[in-house]
């Protein structure tokens, strides 16, 4: 981690774009460059979170939501769907998965186009443990205070919403 900056660079984009004229971009494009600051400092602290279970966020996930799912299995296609990401994507964190053991694919009963992935013992064991460390060191210390977590998330859910992620 580098030193903090004297000025945040930030409400720097806010005061160049107004300077420019484009005040009515101006707290756009400090919010948007904002988000996505802090997508990349929260994901810094997942990899460390998680480099010592040998993963990363994104093979965590497709780990969680196995253990999460009832018989801690599901259609590779419905994994892509949830987790919003192209099928190509889950495609290779699932390989990385199954290299290391933790998911097994196995043929669909009834669809034989689809492929299944399962969680073996080994997995839960995995995303058990990077869960409870994720909880402990990462999750419930997000630097946000209680308050702040809620109207966060009530303002990225009405987003996401607007944007088509699901339905009103």
Known sequence: MHP???KDPIAEIQKNWERQGWTSAAAPAAAVTA???TQQILLA???DVLKPFKLTFARYEVLALLGFSREERLPMNKASKLLQVHPTSITNAVDRLESAGLVRREPHDSDRRAMLLVLTPEGKDVVEKATKALNEQLFERTGFQEQEIE???TILANFR???GDFPS
Do not use: H, S, V
């Open 151 to 153: 109207e966060l998330n």
């Open 35 to 37: 988000i996505m600051r």
């Open 45 to 47: 602290r997942a990899r």
């Open 161 to 163: 919403q607007r944007a």
């Open 4 to 6: 903090p900056l004297a």
